[in-house]
């Protein structure tokens, strides 16, 4: 199980602007990557990309879900990946 906590700020950001998913770096346990990335499917994530060499996986996860990626067995880490907010900035 990850010791990571969520970014509960940014998660609820996110609902409140109107988001279904949000991107997540997921870091993995050596030789967990499949086992991760079915346990993802179940929760609706889509994997985009993979890097198994070092341990990651990119995916786009239903912004509800985001706190059980933390509890998938072999995840040891996860992130959100980029800002949320694609608005630019106010003068």
């Not at 988001?19 to 991760?36: F, K, N």
């Not at 990335?37 to 879900?65: F, K, N, Q």
């Amino acid at each position: 199980m990850s010791s990571a906590k969520p970014d509960r700020n940014r998660i609820e950001q996110a609902k409140r602007d109107g988001h279904l998913t949000v991107p997540l770096m997921i870091s993995v346990q050596p030789g967990r990557d499949e086992e991760v990335e079915r346990a993802l499917a179940v929760l609706g994530a889509t994997v985009e990309s993979r890097d198994p060499r070092i341990g990651y996986l990119r995916a786009e996860m239903p912004v509800d879900r985001v706190e059980d990626a933390y509890l998938i067995t072999g995840v040891s880490k996860v992130d959100l990946d980029e800002p949320l907010n694609n608005r630019l900035p106010e003068p």
